[in-house]
Nanobody
């Protein structure tokens, strides 16, 4: 299975972007399906995730602004990002891992200008 992330770009503070991560194959069961990000000089961090099929989890700094969703028909994970801030600037990665696999997308750059 390969993950292809898209939707990044340049946006002004307060704007919105929608990231999408398409899986090349079907994912029938997983432990976590989510989005991470890595800003320059910082460690990669979890932004939002769907855990064990239905429970969602968000980093404190994005709660109320970001929404993660799963599109079963398209085998995709989406991240709707609203009210973007300059500190949201980072490369965003999607990830799906299960009992015996761990897949990462290639990353998509999000730049938020002030």
């Amino acid at each position: 299975v390969q993950l292809q992330a898209s939707g990044g770009g340049l946006v002004q503070a307060g704007g919105s972007l929608r990231l999408s991560c398409a899986a090349s194959g079907s994912i029938f069961s997983f432990n976590l399906m989510g989005w991470y990000r890595q800003a320059p000089g910082k460690e990669r961090e979890l932004v939002a995730a769907i855990i064990s099929g239905h429970r969602t989890n968000y980093a404190d700094g994005v709660k109320g602004r970001f929404t993660i969703s799963r599109d079963n028909a398209k085998n995709a994970i989406n991240l709707q990002m609203n009210s973007l801030k300059p500190e949201d600037t980072a490369v965003y990665y999607c990830r799906i891992f299960g009992v015996d696999y761990d897949y990462w997308g290639q990353g998509t750059l999000v730049t938020v200008s002030s």
